[in-house]
């Protein structure tokens, strides 16, 4: 099921709790770096993740795995 995009802003600071939150960003890095984020200003990202995806972001060892 394709997912909609839609924009966030991130937290300014890393609470690096695990697993990550929703507006870490760190998660927003991540999903950027595969193509499934894209940065649109100092702290705003437009996402376009599945579920599954932002989930596996979120996880301490998805740095190690590919999304």
Same mark, same amino acid.
Request: glycine fraction near 2%; charge should be positive.
């Given at each position: 099921?394709?997912?909609?995009?839609?924009?966030?802003?991130? %937290?300014?600071? /890393? /609470?690096?709790? *695990?697993?990550? /939150? @929703?507006? /870490?960003? !760190? !998660? $927003? @890095?991540r999903?950027?770096?595969?193509?499934? $984020?894209?940065?649109?200003?100092?702290?705003?990202?437009?996402? *376009?993740?599945t579920? @599954?995806? $932002? @989930?596996?972001?979120?996880?301490?060892?998805? $740095? %190690?795995? %590919?999304?």
């Amino acid at each position: 099921m394709p997912s909609t995009p839609r924009e966030i802003t991130v %937290k300014r600071k /890393c /609470c690096k709790s *695990d697993p990550r /939150c @929703k507006r /870490c960003p !760190v !998660v $927003a @890095k991540r999903l950027s770096a595969v193509g499934m $984020a894209e940065r649109t200003g100092p702290r705003t990202y437009v996402v *376009d993740a599945t579920k @599954k995806s $932002a @989930k596996r972001a979120r996880r301490f060892k998805a $740095a %190690k795995v %590919k999304l």
